[in-house]
């Protein structure tokens, strides 16, 4: 019996899961594996907070209006303004657990410049951020864990929540490896369990991040907000069935954008934004790039791909602060980035949508909170570089503190019984499966049909295809395996669900802003969205797309 | 070209271990990873010899030498086998050979259970009990040491590393685990603490290394062991003459 269960042990879930500690809840952390493997450590770039020590006059004030700004005003202004007013204490305590943040002359947290802002207000540690924090919190948690102040569970998969006529009181689970759903019973549930990166694939994060928790949950009836919200990431490369990330710190540090016309290099980010340059926000930057490939035709060679070149900064340079990146250039690539330019492209990185969630993490069903990438929150219609690591954190944070202290909504007993029902449907959905369809090969199909449906430009046309191909898979998934992929087929129908969601919630975003541009609706329309997609799965079966004020209550 | 997957299969912990043969094709620049996922995700899924098969077991997440889930043994060496390439391997026949890493236990198939090495941070107590302190020269280090992936390719090829016997007090830890006291200590003032961190290393760590350093050739990131092991033993010997600082901060 527990206060407090978390879901997901990345960035969100420690930074949950020592706040509950520190207040004496009774707290079980569970996940699929270690946190040494949580998409949390892939982060490069760094982590923001107007510490204000470069001497440029910064402040959570601006913090604040560069993430309103870039998030085109789509974020809820006060939730952003306690993120970035929290911002340099949250700075401070991570080095105070040993992050090995890179350091300036002095001695003090070093700052670099990054997307979208003016001032230098990204904290970093070369280009491994989520590694070095990651390595900090988690080694907080095993210290907790051992003092006896936060269980562990390492070997569990979130399959549903036990709901009741109340709201949430526990999670059904699946051990990896196998097994019947089991319940675990608490006062209220905390997901902490990342973005759906694995409804689209060739993406740039973990195989991890799949989507099921979110989609089982989407399944159950939680409310999800602005999932048409997903930030290409500007600098991606082809990887090996991935898309490898050239994270910002490589144009923070001064890489440039180019390409080829005439035969001569073209640095358009600095012909088109004098300005702002190759540091524009990444919606921007990403609609920029594919201009010039799809709609100049200067692609190098024809191909999807500009060029980023660092290969002038000086070695001491590349060889620290981007290291990282020019050791998996090496690796994956082939490419020596001292010596020539990268070839770049932009990639599914980011879901600015995910649950929706007021200003203190709640979801839309009592005693569900949701933090991180699978909560829709500070990021309004594209995100900040350095803002995903700081809004885990804080986010983590806000959910446990508003978690803490809920009083039991049903007795022992009652838990019991919700729980044993939840495990049993659980099982008899799965136990329904009896094709001979493997998951794997439906999965790449509907995966293509996202990346295609859900470009950097859409349209009604290319999102009403998309949602044909998607109804026609569901179809084909009633011949999903059963047996030893039972779990598996069920978690298949769940992607799909939300998957439908997203272009859903496209098709009702009749205009264009930040990440999500219509080629039919190209303007930006104010009087009309200005406001939250809401999209929500019935009882009957059908998604339901409606829009909501910033900043309401998601309960109400 | 073809290549031959020589897999090393077992349901569970208890289960009879065999071997069995995927074909697949692929060029020099495939990695191993990209092979295991290409059979698993055809649907019938069959072996070399046709006859229908059980997906293989295997952790993966990154898929860029970042996470550390990836670790096996590919023809006998721990690797990662996101970053293990054709064009590095033998392949003689034909043939890869993969196995999971020995010396953890078994879940099923690739997979093992690596929780060991946690078991060992936790048994040492190597975290802060102190806000941390910043020494400038230890910092890039401190920083080397904190991007360990934990992935126990370096316990895998160590001759003196046996799982699951550091629990008896007798045993080694490894490098994984030694430098992770690395640095926690370098994270503390001069002082009984470090001190502690320091002498628990010695115990269960650098004591007992025979210094081959076959965890540095294969440590999937090049991560300096043996430097980070012998600042380790340097703020041992150091702190053996120290007054005790930690009052003083």
Redesign the interface.
Same mark, same amino acid.
């Given at each position: 019996m527990y206060d407090i269960l978390i879901v997901g042990n990345g960035l969100a879930g420690l930074s949950a899961a020592i706040t509950c500690a520190e207040a004496k809840a009774r707290v079980l952390l569970v996940s699929s594996?270690?946190p040494? =493997?949580?998409?949390s450590? &892939?982060a490069e770039g760094g982590i923001n907070a107007a510490l204000d020590q470069k001497g440029e006059d910064d402040s959570p004030a601006q913090h604040l209006a560069d993430t309103l700004r870039a998030g085109c005003d789509l974020a809820d202004a006060q939730a952003v303004a306690g993120l970035t007013t929290a911002a340099p204490e949250i700075i401070r305590w991570a080095?105070? %657990?040993?992050?090995?943040f890179s350091?300036d002359e002095e001695?003090r947290v070093d700052q670099r410049c990054f997307g979208g802002q003016k001032k230098k207000r990204t904290a970093y540690?070369?280009a491994?951020i989520g590694?070095?924090l990651m390595?900090?919190l988690s080694?907080?948690c095993?210290?907790l864990?051992?003092e006896g102040r936060i269980e562990v569970r390492?070997d569990l998969r979130l399959v549903s929540a036990a709901l009741g006529d109340r709201g949430c009181c526990g999670g059904v689970f699946r051990r990896? +490896?196998g097994g019947e759903p089991e319940g675990i019973a608490a006062e209220g549930l905390i997901l902490c369990c990342g973005g759906p990166g694995g409804l689209f694939g060739n993406n740039t994060?973990? %195989? $991890?991040s799949d989507g099921a928790a979110a989609a089982a949950l989407f399944s159950q009836g939680a409310a999800m907000a602005d999932l048409e919200m997903i930030q290409y990431h500007p600098t991606t490369a082809a990887?090996? +069935?991935?898309r /490898?990330l050239i994270s910002e710190a490589a144009r923070g540090e001064g890489g440039r954008l180019f390409t080829y016309k005439e035969g001569k290099p073209w640095y358009f980010m600095e012909e088109w934004f004098p300005e702002g340059g190759n540091l524009m926000p990444r919606d921007v930057v990403s609609r920029s790039i594919y201009k010039v490939v799809r709609e100049l035709g200067l692609g190098v060679e024809g191909r999807d791909e500009v060029l980023l070149d660092i290969s002038f900064l000086p070695k001491e340079v590349l060889d620290t602060r981007l290291a990282e990146i020019c050791?998996?250039c090496r690796?994956?690539l082939?490419v020596d980035p001292a010596r020539e330019p990268i070839p770049v492209w932009p990639g599914v990185h980011y879901f600015m949508g995910g649950f929706y969630v007021g200003a203190d993490h709640a979801c839309s069903i009592p005693r569900l909170w949701a933090a991180g990438e699978c909560a829709c929150q500070y990021h309004g219609a594209n995100r900040l570089g350095g803002n995903s690591t700081l809004g885990a954190i804080y986010g983590g944070r806000v959910a446990a503190e508003s978690a803490l202290g809920a009083s039991p909504l049903y007795s022992a007993a009652e838990k019991e019984a919700l729980l044993e029902r939840e495990a049993r449907r659980q099982s008899e959905l799965a136990a329904a499966f009896s094709g001979? /369809?493997?998951p794997?090969?439906l999965r790449?199909e509907l995966q293509q049909v996202m990346r295609e449906g859900m470009a950097i430009f859409r349209s009604e046309e290319q999102l009403a295809a998309a949602l044909g191909r998607l109804y026609s898979l569901e179809e084909e998934a009633r011949g999903l395996a059963g047996g030893?992929?039972a779990a598996d087929s069920l978690t298949l129908t769940g992607q799909m669900r939300l998957a439908r969601a997203m272009l859903l919630s496209a098709l009702a975003r009749r205009e264009s802003r930040g990440a999500h541009q219509r080629s039919d609706f190209p303007a930006r329309d104010d009087a009309g969205f200005r406001c939250v997609t809401v999209a929500q799965y019935g009882a009957d079966g059908n998604i339901n797309v409606g829009f909501r004020p910033i900043g309401a209550d998601p309960c109400k | 070209m073809q290549v031959i997957l020589r897999v090393k299969r077992q349901a569970g912990p208890e289960s009879r271990p065999y071997w069995q043969e995927f074909s697949c094709e692929a060029g020099p620049?495939?990695?191993v !990873?990209?092979l295991l *996922?290409e059979i698993?995700?055809?649907?019938? $899924?069959t072996d070399a010899a046709g006859a229908e098969a059980?997906?293989i *077991?295997f952790?993966?997440? @990154? =898929?860029?030498?970042? @996470? +550390?889930?990836c670790a096996m043994l590919i023809d006998g060496y721990p690797r990662l086998a @996101?970053?293990t390439f054709l064009r590095q391997l033998k392949l003689k026949e034909g043939v890869i050979t993969l196995a999971p890493l020995s010396k953890f236990p078994l $879940?099923?198939d690739l997979?093992v259970d690596? +929780?060991v090495l946690?078991e060992d941070?936790?048994r040492m107590? !190597?975290? %802060?009990?102190h806000?941390?302190v910043?020494d400038?020269k230890e %910092?890039p280090y401190?920083?080397q040491s904190?991007? @360990? /992936? &934990?992935c126990g390719c370096c316990a895998e090829i160590c001759p003196n590393y046996q799982a699951g016997t550091a629990a008896t007090g007798s045993a080694f830890t490894g490098a994984a685990v030694m430098n992770?006291a690395y640095?926690?200590a370098s994270?503390y003032p001069p002082g009984k603490e470090r001190r502690r961190l320091l002498k628990e290393n010695v115990a269960a760590g650098q004591g007992h290394c025979s210094r081959t350093l076959s965890c540095l050739r294969v440590c999937p990131l090049e991560l300096p062991l043996d430097y980070i092991i012998s600042r380790g033993n340097h703020m041992y010997l150091k702190s053996l003459f120290e007054r005790d600082k930690s009052h003083e901060k």
């Open positions: 594996n270690q040494e =493997r949580s998409q450590v &892939m080095d105070r %657990l040993g992050t090995v350091r001695g540690a070369n491994g590694r070095q390595a900090a080694r907080q095993r210290k864990e051992s390492e990896v +490896g994060g973990s %195989l $991890l990887g090996p +069935g991935k /490898l050791r998996n690796t994956f082939g001979r /369809l493997r794997p090969r790449q030893a992929e | 620049d495939s990695s !990873l990209s *996922e698993n995700s055809s649907s019938p $899924l059980l997906p *077991e952790e993966s997440g @990154c =898929r860029q030498m970042g @996470c +550390g889930a @996101c970053a $879940l099923r997979h690596r +929780g946690t941070v936790k107590k !190597l975290w %802060l009990n806000d941390a910043v400038k %910092l401190a920083y904190a991007s @360990c /992936l &934990m992770q640095r926690a994270q």
